[in-house]
């Protein structure tokens, strides 16, 4: 209940309007039809979550030296707190991704249609048959392009693990300067 709530409220926060398009909510039933189905959709492995949030708190203007093992541990610690909040607004953001990609193709009477095609069984098997959404040379193109522009606002739990891993980590040296 608490993940969907979490996507829910990712779905429905606003953001600047030249920063993202309009999203239609048939697309995004659709979306969360498919990705249920097919977790390959997702783009969110955990470890991959975590791996990415320690190298922007410890790429941070100021931050404490890496190679320093209290450095490392202060972020792990960091991470460690707040990778399952940022691993929910990742999948938000590939459940918004995805659907601006299938808004791009489809009309919003065939996506809901499909979406309750989808739900059937045999909407189910067609899905692990077909394997849709996987990135082709064209789809990948758009797919990159939408990344980009949500990559421009930030997760509120990297912000949370940015202040953690601040708080933490003050003591210790910071990296030379470049």
Same mark, same amino acid.
């Given at each position: 209940?608490?993940?969907?709530l979490a996507a829910l409220l990712m779905a429905a926060a606003p953001l600047p309007a030249a920063a993202q398009p309009a999203l239609d909510p048939a697309a995004l039933d659709l979306a969360r039809v498919l990705m249920a189905q097919? &977790?390959?959709?997702?783009?969110?492995?955990p470890g991959r979550v975590r791996s990415r949030i320690e190298n922007i708190l410890l790429r941070e203007p100021g931050a404490c030296n890496p190679s320093l093992s209290d450095c490392r541990l202060a972020a792990a610690a960091a991470v460690d707190r707040h990778a399952a909040a940022f691993l929910q607004e990742e999948l938000a953001r590939q459940e918004?991704?995805?659907?601006?990609?299938l808004a791009d193709t489809l009309r919003p009477e065939e996506m809901a249609?499909?979406?309750?095609f989808l739900?059937? &069984?045999e909407g189910t098997r067609l899905v692990m048959a077909l394997g849709l959404l996987r990135d082709n040379d064209r789809t990948g193109r758009r797919r990159r392009e939408l990344e980009r522009m949500?990559?421009?606002t930030?997760?509120?739990a990297l912000a949370s693990a940015r202040a953690e891993f601040r708080r933490q980590s003050r003591n210790i040296?910071?990296?030379?300067p470049r």
């Open positions: 209940m608490r993940k969907r097919d &977790p390959s959709l997702h783009g969110a492995d918004r991704i995805n659907a601006w990609l249609r499909f979406a309750g739900r059937s &069984p949500m990559e421009r930030e997760p509120a040296a910071a990296a030379p």
